[in-house]
């Protein structure tokens, strides 16, 4: 079965904070993405990676940066967290595109 | 605009098989049928894809139909653990089409009763 494990189920940090969410797949997917889900905005899609070092953005992707250093691990950075960013963060991967494996998520709280 | 319809709600007695239907009828002829549902509180799961012929996993069957116009996700035996929002997308399996942005439409809230 494929794994994908987050650092945090439930986080609250600060406004102003920098904020660190990790992303790890035992699968060796070639693909990565991040996606923050809201109620009644549905899943967006912040950034993706399909190879390690690359990214490209996804809908929204202002307020966030991606690090992807190594194959199974891909790194969401809130640089300047803002209650706006509270939400719930979904990482996923997946050797095609639209088949995706999602992680437990993290529900971000910034007061 | 949506590029699937699907009823917005459902009810299937526990053990009985649960039929979902999704409406694409403007599938072209490079795009997979995809279906995914969320649990409460969780994260989406991959169910099952296909192009045009019917597929089956441990968790599901996909039926297409010939003209590829409406596709039915088939749980054989419905638990109460299936409680969930299905999802039904269709895009290009490949990256040259598509940037993997998994957007979900409303969905069918199935509900498994006992």
């Known amino acids: 079965d494929v794994k994908v494990t987050q650092s945090s189920r439930y986080l609250v940090k600060r406004t102003g904070e920098k904020v660190f969410l990790e992303c790890v797949q035992d699968?060796?997917?070639?693909?990565m993405f991040w996606y923050r889900q809201d109620p009644g905005l549905g899943l967006r899609l912040i950034y993706f990676s399909y190879d390690v070092k690359m990214k490209e953005k996804g809908d929204i992707p202002e307020g966030y940066s991606v690090s992807r250093e190594k194959k199974e691990r891909f790194s969401l950075i809130l640089e300047s967290a803002s209650t706006s960013q509270t939400s719930m963060y979904l990482c996923a991967s997946g050797a095609g595109v639209l088949e995706q494996y999602f992680g437990p998520g993290t529900r971000l709280t910034v007061t | 605009d949506a590029k699937t319809t699907q009823p917005p709600s459902m009810d299937c007695a526990e053990g009985r098989a649960a039929n979902l239907p999704c409406n694409h009828s403007?599938?072209?002829?490079?795009?997979?049928v995809y279906w995914y549902r969320q649990i409460h509180s969780q994260g989406p799961q991959y169910i099952i894809h296909g192009l045009k012929n019917n597929e089956t996993n441990e968790m599901a069957s996909l039926i297409i139909t010939e003209d590829r116009k409406s596709s039915t996700l088939i749980l054989p035996h419905a638990t109460l653990r299936d409680t969930a929002v299905y999802y039904c997308?269709?895009?290009?399996?490949?990256?040259?089409?598509?940037?993997?942005?998994?957007?979900f439409g409303k969905g069918t809230k199935l509900s498994v009763k006992p």
């Open positions: 699968m060796d997917h070639e693909n």
């Open positions: 403007t599938i072209s002829g490079n795009e997979y």
């Open positions: 997308i269709v895009g290009e399996g490949d990256y040259g089409g598509s940037q993997g942005n998994l957007i």
